[in-house]
């Protein structure tokens, strides 16, 4: 009896596996996920399943359509945080393509000014994050800053509304 149990219980571990990664195939296609974050959103689904498999009721639905909805709701949350992050992003890149304009350096050091000027006057926490997104990507500047890259992303939002001025008027 145990090893039927334990065979049921590797197959629907295996139907997990394969939808979780479908799901992020899916989300690696309309989003540009390096390999680690596309192994972060696979775990993020896995936890997802695990966490609601301890609310699962047998006589409601099978395993497996239980199992494909959690995913489902998983992939719809996670592809809404990929949006928001990728358009936070693009913002605050128009910023750094202005600066890095070499056609005529004189707006571009007005510009930095500015930035500079913006930047000194944020808060301690969103300060810091600002200088070092001035010189890494997100992922970089979280881990120099031993920040998670969510908090990062969190705190690029908090920081555009400061900046966004800058923006406006080029």
């Known amino acids: 009896m145990d090893s039927s149990g334990s065979s049921q219980a590797t197959s629907f571990e295996q139907f997990v596996i394969e939808r979780i990664r479908f799901r992020v195939y899916r989300l690696q296609r309309v989003f540009p996920l390096s390999e680690h974050d596309a192994e972060d959103v696979a775990q993020q689904m896995q936890v997802e399943v695990l966490g609601a498999m301890t609310r699962y009721r047998s006589g409601r639905s099978s395993e497996r359509t239980y199992a494909c909805r959690v995913l489902d709701r998983a992939y719809c949350n996670l592809a809404k945080k990929l949006r928001k992050r ?85």
């Open 86 to 170: 990728r358009a936070t992003t693009v913002r605050l890149e128009a910023v750094a393509h202005i600066l890095t304009d070499a056609r005529d350096p004189r707006p571009c050091v007005d510009l930095a000014l500015d930035v500079a000027e913006a930047v000194s006057a944020l808060p301690d926490g969103l300060r810091g994050t600002a200088l070092a997104l001035m010189h890494h990507n997100p992922k970089d500047a979280a881990d120099s800053r031993g920040l998670h890259r969510g908090t990062v992303y969190r705190q690029m939002r908090a920081i555009e509304p400061h900046l966004a001025h800058l923006v406006r008027n080029e």
